[in-house]
């Protein structure tokens, strides 16, 4: 059996990878028909790692010429959140214009997949007081007619990554079945995981001056009341997991930093290397990262966790 599948919202490709890997464990041949994805250094890393330059703008494909879109079996998307229109009393679909969900919901309307994988970060589930996921599953539901379970939250660090990272994935299926999202793996997970042995080159270890500008921000927001934000995050090698990265790491890595010497808290401690941030995202040892430091920052803050991907992807693909 053969599925063919698209990559919307591809980013750097961690979903294709994802379910590439499962469709190899389950022995199943998959193949991607089409790709989209706008930014030009994504475009860049997913050449270099699939031999193909993602289409452009998906909005654009989807307004001026869908049928570019081939049919397939199975829609992949980890799509922006955006809030609907508040416009009049309209329900469904006339309120999803101008976002990124129409334009999923045109092809899925179009193209009829056997099955769908939207992933969005946790606070889609809260987003506008819960209506923005309220009428995507509206949409899906009843629009669209699939068969769509509850929505789950999966964290990467019951997936075998070191760690804490909170995604929202909705599942969707054209015809009715058993499908239940995967169950955390059971083993433990050290931060040590993912480091690279010997010397990490000097860039990647912080100043002086941003180490004490980072200490200083956290005490004063500790302090301040209501308390803000957490300020820095740093770990050891034998933590369980990090916090989870983001798309602006490569900015002071204050969400992720590693401690040098144990506790001693007045060494600035420094930076995970694009390639550690890789491995925190469970990207494959061939996987060839950006040259850029700033843009493998961004494309794996910004990217899905593989292997909690292969996993949901195992139990879509058992079910269809």
């Not at 946790?122 to 769509?148: A, M, P, Q």
């Not at 803000?228 to 002071?252: C, H, L, N, Q, W």
């Amino acid at each position: 059996m053969k599925l063919s599948f698209i990559d919307l919202y591809a980013g750097i490709g961690g979903m294709r990878l994802g379910f590439e890997s499962a469709c190899k464990d389950l022995d199943l041949q998959s193949k991607c028909v089409f790709s989209s994805e706008w930014d030009k250094w994504c475009q860049e890393t997913y050449k270099d790692n699939f031999n193909e330059t993602p289409h452009g703008d998906i909005s654009k494909i989807v307004e001026n010429n869908i049928n570019i879109i081939p049919k397939h079996d199975v829609l992949m998307a980890g799509f922006p959140c955006q809030p609907f229109s508040n416009a009049g009393l309209k329900k469904g679909f006339n309120d999803t214009r101008g976002t990124a969900f129409h334009d999923i919901k045109r092809i899925i309307e179009a193209k009829k997949p056997k099955a769908f994988i939207l992933e969005n970060v946790k606070g889609l589930r809260s987003h506008d007081k819960g209506r923005t996921l309220n009428i995507i599953l509206e949409v899906l539901r009843y629009d669209l007619s699939y068969f769509v379970p509850d929505p789950k939250i999966l964290n990467s660090k019951d997936f075998g990554l070191p760690q804490n990272r909170q995604r929202i994935f909705i599942i969707g299926f054209l015809k009715k079945n058993n499908f239940t999202f995967p169950e955390p793996l059971k083993f433990k997970t050290r931060v040590s995981d993912i480091l690279n042995p010997g010397r990490t080159p000097n860039k990647y270890f912080i100043s002086q001056k941003l180490w004490d500008s980072h200490r200083a921000r956290k005490m004063k927001n500790q302090t301040a009341k209501p308390k803000k934000g957490f300020g820095y995050k740093s770990v050891i090698p034998s933590d369980e997991y990090t916090s989870t990265i983001s798309a602006r790491y490569y900015k002071d890595g204050a969400e992720i930093l590693i401690k040098r010497r144990g506790d001693l808290e007045d060494i600035p401690p420094r930076k995970l290397t694009p390639d550690e941030a890789r491995q925190l995202q469970g990207f494959p040892d061939n996987f060839i990262v950006n040259k850029s430091d700033t843009q493998a920052y961004k494309q794996f803050g910004n990217a899905v966790s593989m292997p909690v991907m292969r996993e949901i992807s195992k139990r879509i693909l058992t079910s269809i």
